[in-house]
């Protein structure tokens, strides 16, 4: 049976330790992947593609044990972006999403729309036919592990393009960040994000 452990496969790109920025090369990766519009915090549309997202995790975690893949569900994750690749810290209405959940190389189309078939049945939540299985290579990348709430994370990704440019990268990509814990069990100052932008030398 093939075991898969996000906090032990991949632990250096999703559980790094608090402290400066680093350079990280992030391999292309398979994702449940769903897009959206608008602001996060008031968006219904947000809340059911991050419900329809976890219903396919979850069903492929316990609908493919059987078949021989095993693995635990990892964290949710976002590319955020306004005009073109870049994000626009001051208007949250305007922005554009691809909520992710990543999932082993070994899941298959079929296996994929076998599942999200099942929880369409099951939930009736018409968002789930928005879900696909998608490969994204982000590449040449800094990140930082970022602890604090949400709505102030404004500094630190300001701060994380000075570093860029000093270093004399140019920003290469959508804005990422991965959502390490639940925000319905954490105190917002006690939130761990991995934030990551792909770069590329100026």
Not at 69 to 80: Q, R, Y
Not at 157 to 175: C, D, P, T
């Amino acid at each position: 049976m093939a075991k898969h452990d996000w906090k032990k496969d991949w632990k250096h790109l999703y559980l790094p330790r608090p402290g400066p920025f680093a350079l990280v090369d992030v391999p292309a990766m398979q994702f449940l992947m769903i897009d959206g519009h608008g602001d996060p915090n008031t968006s219904p549309v947000f809340q059911d593609a991050m419900t329809a997202l976890y219903g396919v995790a979850y069903g492929l975690k316990f609908g493919l044990k059987s078949q021989g893949i095993e693995f635990s569900v990892a964290p949710s994750e976002g590319l955020w972006w306004t005009q073109g690749t870049t994000l626009d810290l001051t208007d949250k209405s305007d922005w554009n999403w691809t909520l992710m959940i990543m999932v082993p190389d070994e899941i298959t189309v079929g296996q994929f729309q076998q599942v999200r078939s099942e929880a369409l049945r099951k939930k009736g939540l018409a968002t789930l036919k928005q879900v696909r299985l998608e490969t994204y290579h982000e590449g040449l990348s800094v990140q930082a592990l970022y602890v604090g709430p949400y709505a102030d994370e404004g500094p630190a990704i300001l701060a994380m393009h000075r570093f860029i440019v000093e270093q004399g990268y140019v920003l290469n990509g959508k804005h990422h960040e991965i959502y390490i814990g639940d925000p319905r069990h954490s105190a917002p100052d006690k939130l761990k994000t991995v934030i990551r932008q792909p770069v590329r030398k100026a």
